[in-house]
C-alpha cells in the first residue's frame, strides 16, 4: 500500500503523520467523553450550576467552576480540551521540526503558533 | 434559551445535521446554524459559537485519518494555516464590529455559495503542466500520493502560490465570522489557484480547518458565544453524526441525497438572506 520511492522530506514526514493522527484522535476522543460526562450531569442535576445565561469564559472561571464540579465547568472544560487538541498539534509539529533540524518547517508552525498565542491573549481584549 | 428541554432536544437534531453534513460533503455547523437561528430560536452569536466548536470536532477527527495516509500535503497545509490563521482573527474582529443583521446575510451569501460547489465531478487524474511557483520550489510543497483508482504513484506540482494565501486568508477571514470550516473556499484556494489534485486539496483543507477554527475560538469563548448548554449537544452530536454519515456513504448514492437537500439548503439560505435584509 506504502508507495516506495517518496520523496526524502516526505519520508522524514511520515514519523510526523503517525504523531499527529493519534495526538489529534486522542484529543477528540478524551474532549468527546468529557463533554458527554458533563452534559449527562448537567441533566441528572437539571441545573447548570450557574445563575442563568452565565458560565465560565475565562481559565480562571473555568478551574474555579470545576474544583466545585458545576456541570457547565465540566462541559466547557470539555469543549476547551478540544479546541486545544488543533493547536496541541501546531505546538508538536514545531517541536518535531526544530528536533530534525528542518528550519524551514520550523519557522512556518512557530509563526502558525505565534499568530495562534496572540490570537488568545486578543481574543478577551478585543471588544 | 438554554434550557435543560433545549440541550436535550438539540442533540438529536445535530446528529441528523452532522450526519447529512458528511453526506453531502458540507460541515454540520453550516446546516445546523440556520436551524438553531430559525427553529429554536437561539442567538446567532451563540449559533456560530457552537458551530466553530462543532468544526474543530469534525475536521480534527477525520484529519487523524487523513494524515495518515499522504492525501493531505502536510507542508502546503502548515504554510497556508499562516494565512488562515490571520484571516480568522480578522473575521472574529469583525463580528465584534459588525451588526448582526450583516453577519445573517454573509452566512446566507457563504451557504448558498457552499450548496453551489456540491457535486463538482473530478477524475482522479492530477492536473498536468502546472508552472511551478517559485515559492511553492523553495518550500518543498510538491509532492506525490498514491491514487487507488489509477493504482500508482501521482506526482504534483504546485502554482500561484501569492494567490492560493490571499483566498485562504479570505476563507480564514470567513471561517472566524461565520463559526463555520470554508472547506469550499479553501479547496478553491487549493484546487483552482494552487492547482494541486483534487482528493489532496480536500484532504489538506480538512487538515487546515482545526487549527483555522481554533484562531478565533479564543474571541468567541472570551466573548461568551461557546454557550455550554447549546455547543455541547451541537459538537457531540455533529461529531456522531458525521461518524454515522461517513459509514452510510457507502450504502447510499451521494447523487440521490443532493438532489434532496440541496434545494432545501437553498430555500434556507434565501429565507436566511430575506431576514437578515429586514423583508
Known sequence: ?127 | MSTVGTTLLLLPVAVAAGTLGALLGLGGGIILVPVLLFVFHVPIHYALGASLVSVIATSSGSAAAYVRDRLSNLRVGMFLEIATTAGAVSGAFLLGHIDARVVEVIFALALLSSTLGLGRQHDGEAPADVPEHPLAKRLRLGGDYYDSRLGANVSYRVAAVPAGLGVMYCAGVLSGLLGIGSGTFKVIALDLCMRLPFKVSTATSNFMMGVTAAASAGFYYAHGYINPGISAPVALGVLIGATLGTRLMVRLRSATLRRIFVPVLIVAGLYMLLQGVGA
Do not use: K, N
Open chain 1, 1 to 127: 500500500m506504502r508507495p516506495s520511492g517518496a520523496p526524502r522530506w516526505e519520508g522524514e514526514l511520515e514519523r510526523l503523520r503517525v504523531v499527529l493522527s493519534r495526538l489529534l484522535r486522542v484529543g477528540v476522543w478524551a474532549s468527546a467523553c468529557i463533554v458527554a460526562v458533563g452534559l449527562v450531569y448537567y441533566l441528572a442535576a437539571r441545573q447548570s450550576g450557574y445563575p442563568h445565561g452565565d458560565y465560565p469564559r475565562s481559565l480562571a472561571g473555568e478551574v474555579a467552576g470545576l474544583m466545585v464540579l458545576r456541570p457547565y465547568a465540566v462541559i466547557a472544560a470539555g469543549l476547551l480540551l478540544l479546541i486545544a487538541t488543533p493547536i496541541a498539534r501546531v505546538a508538536v509539529s514545531v517541536a518535531f521540526f526544530v528536533r530534525r533540524r528542518d528550519w524551514q518547517g520550523a519557522a512556518v508552525t512557530a509563526t502558525v503558533l505565534g499568530i495562534l498565542t496572540v490570537a488568545f491573549m486578543l481574543g478577551a481584549r478585543l471588544p
